[in-house]
């Protein structure tokens, strides 16, 4: 398997302007979850699926944020509008279905907002 | 929910010395413990875990952690470390659910 999928690697945007995050799970795998890294906040949850169904969104940091997982294999965080604070490294993983099973991390999609 | 504290922001060593990075988290009740490795420009990779049993948990790269839940800690332990262990390692917590909260993490420097 590949591994967790994420694309774009780099996106580099102006405030105002529609982001769109985009990840594949690793095949067979029940959870997805999408994370945030800063500096200063350190890796935050944002919001996790599990079988296509948003769970706990809790995180996620205002209504400019949205995501959604239309199929087991694909799902998408937007960003409308961004601003400069939403820069950041966007990670998504994905695991199976038990608590103790290892979450995988894609490579993350570094969001630079100007 | 789980808070995790990571005491140490940044750990310099010298290659082949050993290395303690420190984790404490915040609840008495059942918890999953996570050790994870970030790599410069990659996504984060898992290197130990502790769910039950013995309280003393290797990993991968002969890393190894230690379960004290008195002192409601997980710290993460290396005998000799290399240069390629050079970077960020969070520990993380999960009690219910399935998100895991992470520490702030702690960047490890091996220099020669």
């Known amino acids: 398997d590949a591994g967790v999928i994420q694309s774009p690697r780099h996106e580099v945007t102006e405030m105002g302007q529609e982001v769109t995050l985009r990840c594949k799970p690793i095949?067979?795998?029940?959870?997805l979850f999408w994370y945030r890294q800063t500096m200063m906040r350190g890796l935050e949850l944002l919001i996790y699926f599990n079988n296509n169904v948003p769970i706990d969104d809790s995180g996620m940091p205002e209504d400019r944020f949205s995501a959604k997982m239309p199929n087991a294999s694909f799902s998408t965080l937007k960003i409308q509008p961004s601003e400069p604070r939403d820069s950041a490294v966007y990670f998504c993983a994905s695991s199976l279905g038990t608590g103790w099973d290892e979450q995988f991390f894609g490579p993350g999609t570094r969001l630079t907002v100007l | 929910a789980q808070s995790v504290t990571q005491l140490d922001s940044q750990v310099p060593v010298f290659e082949e010395a050993p290395v303690e990075l420190r984790c404490n988290y915040s609840?008495?009740?059942?918890?999953?413990l996570f050790w994870y490795v970030q790599y410069p420009n990659q996504g984060l990779q898992l290197l130990l875990k502790?769910?039950?049993?013995?309280?003393l948990v290797k990993g991968i790269n002969g890393f190894e952690a230690e379960f004290n839940k008195s002192q409601t800690s997980f710290h993460l332990r290396k005998p000799s470390v290399h240069i390629s262990d050079t970077a960020e390692y969070f520990c993380a917590a999960r009690s219910s659910g399935y998100a895991l909260n992470f520490g702030k993490g702690t960047s490890l420097l091996v220099t020669p």
């Open positions: 502790y769910l039950s049993g013995s309280t």
């Open positions: 095949s067979g795998h029940d959870y």
């Open positions: 609840s008495s009740v059942s918890v999953y």
